[in-house]
């Protein structure tokens, strides 16, 4: 029993320990990935390594200096991470773990088990994009991805509509009653329309931007929900994430950013 304990003590613990530190790390990476923040977690992610070795190899006068600054910069990083934490602490609040639909995409993952449920039908999807740019239509699409978008879902009205083009010219006919606000995309479902998104606080951004933009904006900043813009004024389409606009020339890159993101 004792030989258990000590195996236990000296092997098993230590790789779970060295497990859950990179499961953390890779879901913090996650969050940050294309982001302006993303050379600060790095640059964190070598001075602690650099750190450790100097602890390995008993160097104590740059150990100490190293283990200051980290104490130090823990609180800078809260400063300089609070939309990410807010929006890993949203990851941890929402209910991923009890959602039938997510457990579903995991099996998916393994099993490669196609499901109209589970994968987004992009060229529709973009297909019904096209037509409301040409004619000038403004919309506003938000893509679910991990965090839940149920708290802002309720604003709205919920629906249950399988994802195709004339459902969406329909939404957002200026003469429907559902072309106001947003509208909620998961897996390959709308799920809410009428949305009413949280507007961005932020002073950096174009001034030129619409209701439309700063609650695209607001809403990915929050979450890591992707946004799709339509401008009523001139017809261009953008995609926002992490509260960065990114200008859409044409459906193939819209296609390519989507194929890339909702993998």
């Known amino acids: ?64 200096i190293l283990g200051g600054f980290i104490s130090v910069g823990v609180i800078a990083l809260i400063v300089v991470f ?11 609040g929402s209910s991923n773990i009890t959602n039938n639909k997510n457990i579903l995409k995991k099996f998916n993952l393994f099993f490669k088990i196609s499901s109209e449920q589970t994968e987004m039908d992009l060229d529709e ?13 403004g919309a506003l699409f938000v893509i679910e991805r991990n965090n839940s978008l149920d708290f802002i879902r309720t ?7 399988t994802i195709s083009s004339p459902i969406i010219e329909s939404i957002f006919y200026k003469n429907s009653p559902l072309h106001d606000g947003a509208v909620i995309i998961e897996g390959n479902y709308i799920t809410g329309s009428r949305v009413i998104l949280p507007v961005t606080e932020s002073k950096n951004i174009n001034s030129r931007l619409g209701l439309r933009h700063r609650a695209a904006i607001g809403i990915t900043e929050k979450t890591d929900a992707l946004a799709i813009v339509i401008s009523e004024e001139n017809g261009k389409l953008s995609l926002i994430k992490n509260g960065e606009l990114i200008a859409i020339k044409n459906s193939e890159i819209l296609k390519s950013k989507l194929e890339i993101e909702l993998q």
């Not at 999807?125 to 239509?137: D, M, P, Q, R, V």
């Not at 604003?155 to 509509?161: F, M, N, Y």
């Open 125 to 137: 999807f973009i297909k019904a994009c096209e037509n409301l740019k040409s004619n000038k239509t």
């Open 155 to 161: 604003t709205g009205d919920e629906l249950s509509a």
């Open 82 to 92: 609070q939309q990410e934490i807010r929006k890993f602490l949203l990851l941890l």
């Open 1 to 64: 029993m004792e030989d258990i304990l000590n195996i236990t003590h000296n092997y098993i613990i230590p790789f779970i320990d060295i497990i859950l530190v990179g499961i953390m790390l890779y879901y913090a990476y996650k969050l940050v990935r294309g982001t302006a923040a993303i050379n600060i977690f790095l640059g964190f992610v070598i001075i602690y390594i650099i750190w450790w070795l100097t602890e390995l190899v008993n160097m104590p006068i740059l150990s100490n």
